[in-house]
């Protein structure tokens, strides 16, 4: 049996990485950008459920991070690394199946601007955001102390629709900040204008998509919906955390492409 060198075993382990990147970058960014926003996400379910947003504190309490008054460092980084397979398997899976819907829609319309025609956008993303509700309903369901199982057995009819609303909403803005950047960058070549197109696209599409998000938090907590402002309580802070998850996201999944392709 020939034995296999070093740099046999590198140039393999290389190649199969590059191979795997296109289909495991996006579900590790978005795990990691989720690890360090997860806070945006409790703190506007508090806020929806007419809550005060939890204190960060380095004294680690008894309670659920969704119903606690208070939450520690070490508590909260539990919950962004609990919620990161899950965030990171769904938002993956839903870029991936998105730029492959994407992509038949344009050759169904015989659309020749790949990646900018913005129907076939929002129409991939509608599908796609449709499909993926019940998993994403589940991690509304975490923000307030509920397990995964507990969120997808509470799953009804009326919370799938407000979350296919909602994800419709947040993949657009993710798949259509790649396509903002490189128009701003137009006027202004930077990193910076970069990051701040991903931030911009992230909040605008969390404000579209916050009134259906708010409906699932007070569907999951069984209470009514009495005002429009009630809907949108917690909107400024979810979209901060959008903001900057798209950014992270966007980074990250550059990072991982550009160190596959070495």
């Not at 102390?145 to 979350?163: D, E």
């Not at 790649?178 to 931030?199: C, H, I, R, W």
């Not at 809907?231 to 991982?256: E, K, P």
Request: aromatic share 8%; proline share 3%; charged share 20%.
């Amino acid at each position: 049996m020939s034995s296999i060198s070093f740099r046999d075993a590198f140039d393999r382990a290389k190649n199969a990485s590059q191979n795997l990147a296109p289909y495991t970058s996006k579900p590790v960014s978005a795990g990691l950008a989720i690890t360090f926003t997860v806070y945006g996400f409790i703190a506007k379910t508090a806020l929806q459920l007419g809550k005060k947003r939890p204190k960060i504190t380095f004294k680690t309490t008894d309670i659920k991070a969704g119903a606690a008054k208070t939450i520690s460092a070490k508590q909260l980084l539990a919950e962004g690394v609990k919620a990161a397979p899950k965030i990171g398997a769904a938002v993956g899976a839903q870029m991936l199946s998105q730029e492959w819907v994407e992509n038949k829609v344009n050759s169904l319309i015989n659309s020749s601007e790949k990646g900018k025609n913005i129907i076939s956008i929002a129409t991939s993303s509608a599908i796609v955001g449709a499909i993926s509700s019940p998993f994403l309903a589940a991690f509304n369901g975490q923000t307030m102390g509920y397990s995964f199982l507990k969120s997808m057995r509470m799953l009804s009819a009326k919370q799938v629709g407000v979350i296919g609303v909602r994800e419709t909403n947040f993949i657009f803005s993710l798949r259509a900040s790649k396509p903002l950047g490189e128009k701003m960058k137009q006027y202004n070549d930077t990193k910076a204008t970069e990051n701040v197109a991903s931030f911009i696209a992230g909040y605008l599409g969390s404000i579209a998509g916050h009134i259906p998000d708010t409906a699932l938090t007070l569907f999951q907590k069984s209470r009514k919906i009495t005002s429009l402002s009630q809907l949108m309580r917690g909107a400024n802070t979810r979209a901060v955390a959008v903001g900057i998850f798209t950014i992270i996201y966007n980074n990250s999944n550059d990072l991982l492409d550009c160190f596959a392709k070495k």
